[in-house]
């Protein structure tokens, strides 16, 4: 059996550096704007998208991004 490792679909890593989320998951201003609750959502996905070239579910993305991306769009936890 393969190892999902070695598929044609990335993966998020376990660890994710500082410098990953800053290059990666670092919203720009043009990318968010409405609503906190659907800004984030959409946001993750889009910044997720770019990195992985697919949507992954919510359950694959580690708290780390999500807290990195909840940050940069000055959210609160709630969010």
């Known amino acids: 059996m ?4 070695r598929t044609a679909y990335p993966q998020f890593k376990r660890l994710t550096s500082a ?9 720009s201003p043009e990318e968010w704007t409405g609503r906190p609750e659907s800004c984030f ?3 993750l996905a889009l910044k997720c998208f770019q990195k992985m070239a697919r949507f ?3 359950d694959e993305i580690p708290e ?7 940050r ?8």
């Open 2 to 5: 393969t190892w999902i490792e």
């Open 19 to 27: 410098r990953v989320l800053h290059v990666f998951f670092t919203p």
């Open 41 to 43: 959502a959409q946001v």
């Open 56 to 58: 992954p579910s919510p």
């Open 64 to 70: 780390v991004v999500m807290d990195h991306v909840r």
């Open 72 to 79: 940069c769009l000055e959210l609160t936890e709630d969010v």
